[in-house]
Nanobody, 125 residues
Framework: QVQLVESGGGLVQAGGSLKLSCVVSGRTFTSYNMGWFRQAPGKEREFVTVIKWDGDSTYYADSVKGRFTISRDSAENEVYLQMNKLLPEDTAVYYC??????????????????WGQGTQVTVSS
């Protein structure tokens, strides 16, 4: 079983930046597509971004394109989410996710198999 642990959330002013990290353990990191979802209060969980297992492809939700960047470090078994130009509407619990079978292109449509516990991101106006 794969375990995912997020960190890096916090409170930031609009226009600021945060970098989230997700450490992966339990299975071979390099075989997993990795990504991030978020859930704002009173809203459904939504896809944010995913990076393919080999790092060659990334997908982003339209709402974060040009502001967020996903990356991965296979040596450290970590995936990162650099968030710039944050907006109050980015406020949510951010979840790291992993799946070694689900195609990265399908992540906006189908929930991946493995999840972290989430980290809170709050953007003040």
């Amino acid at each position: 079983q794969v375990q995912l642990v997020e960190s890096g959330g916090g409170l930031v002013q609009a226009g600021g930046s945060l970098k989230l990290s997700c450490v992966v353990s339990g299975r071979t990191f390099t075989s997993y597509n990795m990504g991030w979802f978020r859930q704002a209060p009173g809203k459904e969980r939504e896809f944010v971004t995913v990076i393919k297992w080999d790092g060659d492809s990334t997908y982003y939700a339209d709402s974060v394109k040009g502001r967020f960047t996903i990356s991965r470090d296979s040596a450290e078994n970590e995936v990162y989410l650099q968030m710039n130009k944050l907006l109050p509407e980015d406020t949510a619990v951010y979840y790291c996710a992993a799946d070694d079978l689900l195609e990265a292109s399908m992540w906006p449509e189908i929930a991946p198999a493995h999840w972290g516990q989430g980290t809170q991101v709050t953007v003040s106006s």
